[in-house]
């Protein structure tokens, strides 16, 4: 049976995809270093649900290892990789820059020459919203420039694109960027504003509200993020038939390259989603109101257009829902009765 390896498999999105995966019949094998970014008992306990199948396998391992990777790749039959593992948080960026090169940049690269030396038939990778940076055009379009990105974090993601673009160009490795427009849902990070203002509530603790409510962002449940995934591993990229006359977009190409952005395609106004939030937890808000923080953007937006005509895509999954859903989580995960 051929292996699909999903690094940064105890993460929020590669635990659910890793599951998923599993359920459906595929044979996983998941590498991450498991770091202290935040709560290691949360990454520890979707690992043990992972590690209750029998056709999961896993490595602790950090992806910037080059040894330890390509040990990895010899080891295992992978014809698919699915790269998720990487240094998270935009505001994080300014205090520990030094863990985004480490993760995001040599850690890329190694997985880059992982695919390329053991003819991995597809590599999809994890980018991200945020690449859109200094954007103003709305919504947010793959042939949009992203020559503009607010923070380090951003700057790596970019870097990832064009670093898995010039591998397709010169090994003919078929690479798929997705940029997630942000993600949530149950088991999600403990560093996210959904997560953040959820543990305020129930502890009765005042939430920080950045540039005084007057944010949107496009929230993505973890359940449309995972569905397009899947799909997407039988949906190698080819050259783009429009970019032979010279006419290149940005989000395909004259080699075996293509990004999509997965979002919801409804971006909600910060001040709306606290207030489902409330209604969630039955919780009232005590409003701590803050200047806009440096590396934050003002809206995020997706134009899915290209991820639909791809697959199908449509969001299934609305925001009153999927909070509901991450909230009756939260409460069964901390045991909160009311």
């Known amino acids: 049976m051929k292996r699909i390896l999903v690094t940064g498999s105890a993460g929020f999105i590669g635990f659910h995809l890793s599951k998923k995966l599993l359920d459906a019949g595929f044979a996983v094998v998941g590498v991450d270093n498991l770091n202290d970014y935040y709560d290691v008992n949360l990454k520890g306990g979707r690992l043990t649900i992972l590690e209750a199948y029998d056709r999961f396998t896993f490595y602790k391992a950090d992806v910037s290892h080059k040894e330890t990777i390509m ?20 505001r994080y960026s300014l205090i520990d820059p030094d863990s985004y090169v480490s993760s995001n940049l040599v850690g890329f690269a190694t997985i880059l020459e992982g695919c390329r030396h053991f003819s991995i038939k597809h590599l999809i990778f994890a980018s991200s919203s945020s690449v859109y940076g200094g954007n103003k055009e709305i919504p947010f379009s793959v042939n949009h420039n992203v020559d503009h990105p607010q923070s380090l974090y951003a700057a790596t993601k970019k870097s990832n694109e064009l670093m898995a673009h010039a591998y397709a160009s010169l090994f003919n490795l078929p690479c798929t960027g997705l ?78 390259y293509k ?43 997706a134009d899915v257009h290209d991820l639909e005509e791809a697959i199908g895509y449509a969001p299934t999954v609305k925001i009153e829902e999927g909070l509901k859903r991450f909230v009756e989580w939260y409460r069964e995960y901390y045991g909160i009765q009311h």
């Open 179 to 256: 940029r997630f427009f942000t993600v949530y849902g149950p088991w999600g990070r403990p560093d996210m504003a959904y997560f953040l203002f959820a543990r305020a509530l129930f502890e009765g603790n005042p939430i920080d509200v950045y540039n005084y409510g007057k944010m949107k962002r496009d929230f993505t449940y973890i359940d449309d993020i995972v569905g397009s995934i899947i799909r997407l591993i039988e949906k190698i990229p080819a050259v783009d038939p429009d970019s032979k006359g010279g006419g290149v977009k940005a989000g395909s190409s004259l080699v075996p």
């Open 259 to 301: 990004i999509y952005n997965i979002g919801g395609s409804t971006p909600i106004d910060l001040e709306r989603f606290i207030e489902i939030l409330e209604q969630c937890t039955g919780r009232k808000a005590q409003k701590n109101l803050l200047p806009m923080q440096p590396g934050d953007m003002l809206e995020t937006y």
């Open 71 to 90: 040990d990895i790749f010899e080891e295992n039959d992978f014809e698919t990789v699915i790269h998720l593992a990487a240094q998270a948080g935009v």
